[in-house]
Each structure stands twice: as C-alpha cells, then as structure tokens.
C-alpha cells in the first residue's frame, strides 16, 4: 500500500506556481516580436543589380515574406533597379506579373536613368519600363538618400 505523506501548504504553493515559472521559449518571443514590429511602420530599399534570375526571384520573395510578417500597411519598399538588374522592371523581364502584382500592393519600383541611357547608347535600343515603373538619375544615389532619410538597407 503507498504512503501518501502530507503536503505543507508553502510545497503546495511552489507547485503550483511552477508552471508560471518556465522560461519564455523561443517562439514566444518571436510572436511577441512580431506582433511588436506589426505596430511600428518600417521602411526598405532593396538594390537590385544583377539579372540573375534567382538573385531577382529571391528579392521578390523577400519582400512577400516581409509583407506577411509586418503586415502590408507596417512597411514601405522600394526596388531600386541599376546595372544587369535593370531587367527585373522592364518588358523583357521574367518577373513581370510578380512586379505588377507588389506594386498594386504598393511596393516602388524604380529605374536607374544612368543605366537605361548607357543601354541606349550602347544598343540604340532604349529598355522599355513597365508601366507603373518610376525612374531617378542615378540609382545608388537614390539608395543614399532613402538611407540618409532612415531607411534600411538591403543588398541581397
């Protein structure tokens, strides 16, 4: 037969207060994060300067993933284009509807003017933009200046 021995009320105590005790995990803090960074407005300039088309595809897909994580009204993006990257925003592009798709979900896109004229002069051929495309004169300068306005920085 078991001996049952009886339980001081300060052990009954800690007992049942042991559960509260755990350690937050890991994921806790995460959603709480998220959560936390869902509330604040962020902002993001993406270079892009290479026609790879994973590089292309995975800047593409990074920026869904933030959309879902802040939420599309808790971040603003904007895909400066300049050098082989300049395809990404263009006619020729292989990433066209996924482009047209984020800017209806107001992501800015923007051309580099330096290198759609250095494409011209080189072609004779001017790079045909897609619509809703914007353009500056010179593309890392407008990175410089998003980043002197607080912006953060991506260069995958």
């Known amino acids: 037969m078991p001996i049952i021995k009886p339980v001081s009320a300060a052990m009954l105590a800690v007992a049942m207060a042991a559960p509260w005790c755990l350690p ?6 995460e959603a ?6 869902g509330q604040q407005s962020h902002r993001l300039v993406i270079q892009v300067n290479s026609d790879s ?22 971040i603003e993006i904007e895909v400066v284009a300049y050098g082989p990257g300049i395809w990404l925003v263009t006619d020729k592009s292989n990433f066209a509807g996924r482009v047209e798709s984020l800017m209806m979900q107001n992501v800015v896109f923007t051309a580099c003017g330096n290198t759609m004229d250095t ?15 914007e353009t500056t004169k010179a593309g890392i300068a407008r990175i410089i200046e998003l980043q002197e306005q607080g912006w953060s920085y991506l260069s995958p």
């Open 53 to 74: 088309m994973d590089a292309q595809d995975h800047v593409l897909s990074n920026i869904v993933n933030l959309q879902k994580h802040y939420g599309l009204d808790n």
């Open 119 to 133: 494409v011209e002069a080189k072609s004779g051929v001017r790079p045909t933009l897609l619509d809703g495309v």
């Open 32 to 37: 709480e994060a998220s959560e936390q960074a």
């Open 24 to 29: 937050v995990t890991h994921a806790a803090e």
